[in-house]
């Protein structure tokens, strides 16, 4: 007679956030953007008056906060992005014996959540930094990242735009499950602002700078006071050219497009929120029901942080009524537009008021477009 054996459950068993210490309001985003389109217009007056260029708009406040929800962003350096002749931060560059920039902040990240799970380098077996840029192309972020934090065993960097948290943590998941590692550390570090054209009304208005971490094992392992239990992950991706940035490394070999506009994050924003609204309402409805948990179970979204409707329509679709603001959490008022790091941001900040038993999803969707739904339970 054969015997089956329970697969090992797998728990998130800590969380950690890095915020950068400076942050632009709206009403300052807005001022630097309009002196900005002062100074572009006077300086192209003559084509602007030929009808050769178009005069560029100014922006405002009122429409950023009622087109997403979005207050202020934190940023890893202010005094760049808020000069009209300069438009991006200063990030000065760092020597090869120095630690990077984006494994400074995912350090610091790291630390929070190894504090909270209560693990040592010693317990952890893998790296994986999960992102929408990478600083450099190699040597790995991960491997210095693991080097930084005396981790042994090995590291990698991956990207799925705003959805590589969500694929991160099924990677770490099921490198858990395969026995291939005791413990893995899935690290966010996003500086959006340096791959954001903080020159383009449409968009200079959406992204801000973070990292987050998270710790996962197997709960026999854990010694942790607060785990949450994977009950299932489901990722999806659909190609769309809707977000799309051809930053690379063959910019070089055709020097006519090199620093030109599409070299830096762009979208159709209308189209993504139409066309990822109802992808992700429907991933998570079929996710749950194919685990079993009726959504009226759901206590908690911590979903996507892009776009406060695009929020408010997702849950409404999910629990076919509007959700309350403890049912679907909002940090991108304060954070904007995190790229991967938001729902981390939401699920680390909004979840020590459930109870054991409770259920709640982690979602994100994005760039790809790629979607990504984890089900978690409080243990
Ligand atoms: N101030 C005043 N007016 C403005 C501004 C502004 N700042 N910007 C645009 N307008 C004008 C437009 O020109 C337009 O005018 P008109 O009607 O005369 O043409 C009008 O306002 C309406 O513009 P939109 O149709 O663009 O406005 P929307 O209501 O659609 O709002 C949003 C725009 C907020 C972008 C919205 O569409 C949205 O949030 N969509 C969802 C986008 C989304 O979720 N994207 C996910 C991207 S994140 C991701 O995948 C990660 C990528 C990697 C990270 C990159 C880091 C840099």
Redesign the pocket.
Known sequence: MSQTTQPPTVVISGTGLYTPQESISNAELVAT?NQYVDLYNEDNKAAIEAGELEPL????EE??VK??GIESRYVMNKSGVLDPKRMHPFIAERSDEEQSVQCEIAVAAARDAMEQANKTADDIDAVIVAC??MQRAYPAMAIEVQDALGIKGFGFDMNV??SSATFGLQAAKDAILAGSARSVLVLNP?I??G??AWED???????GDVCTAMIVERLETSTSADNWEILGSRLQTQFSNN?R?NFGFLNRCDESGVGARDK??R?N??K??KE?VPMVAEMIVSHLSDEGIETDDLKRMWLHQ??L??NLLISKKVLGREATAEEAPVILNEYA?T?SAGSVIAFHKYRQDMAAGEIGVICS????YSAGSIIVKRH
């Open positions: 953007f708009s100014y922006s405002s429409f950023i087109a997403s929408s840029n735009a705003c996003e959006c602002s791959h954001l009304r449409d968009c200079h208005f959406i992204f977000i940035n830096l994050f979208q924003g209308r993504v929120f990822v892009a776009n409707g695009m537009n790229s969707f994005g760039a790809g």
